[in-house]
């Protein structure tokens, strides 16, 4: 079992900054992919950035590319997200995600994904 942990959440106004953390624990060893998700009421979970952690290798969304900077500290096994210059639409309760992988290619597919944090919140004011 892995057990995922984020931090970090919370409520700025628009243009603001926040970063999110989250910690891996458990049976996590080898490589993986680390990614964030978002979910906003009504709305379906959308992938927002992916990190190997073989290589750092990174896929961000379009719709935070240039906003958003996912990176990783692998002696911590955590993994952060830097949200800048943010926007009511990036309202959401954010969650981490992760999968055991051995090479690159990491996707942003919920499916691909078999561990979940309980997700923190991020409110974005106009």
């Known amino acids: 079992q892995v057990h995922l942990v984020e931090s970090g959440g919370g409520s700025v106004q628009a243009g603001g900054s926040l970063r999110l953390s989250c910690v891996a624990s458990g049976d996590y060893w080898g490589t993986h992919c680390m990614a964030w998700f978002r979910q906003a009421p009504g709305k379906e979970r959308e992938g927002v950035a992916t990190i190997f952690t073989g290589d750092s290798s990174t896929v961000v969304s379009d719709s935070v590319k240039g906003r958003f900077t996912i990176s990783q500290d692998k002696p911590k096994d955590a993994a952060y997200l830097q949200m800048n210059s943010l926007k009511p639409e990036d309202t959401a309760k954010y969650y981490c995600?992760?999968?055991?992988?051995?090479?690159?290619?990491?996707?942003?597919?919920?499916?691909?994904?078999?561990?979940w944090g309980q997700g923190t919140q991020v409110t974005v004011s106009a």
């Open positions: 995600a992760t999968a055991s992988r051995y090479s690159g290619g990491c996707d942003m597919d919920p499916l691909s994904y078999n561990y």
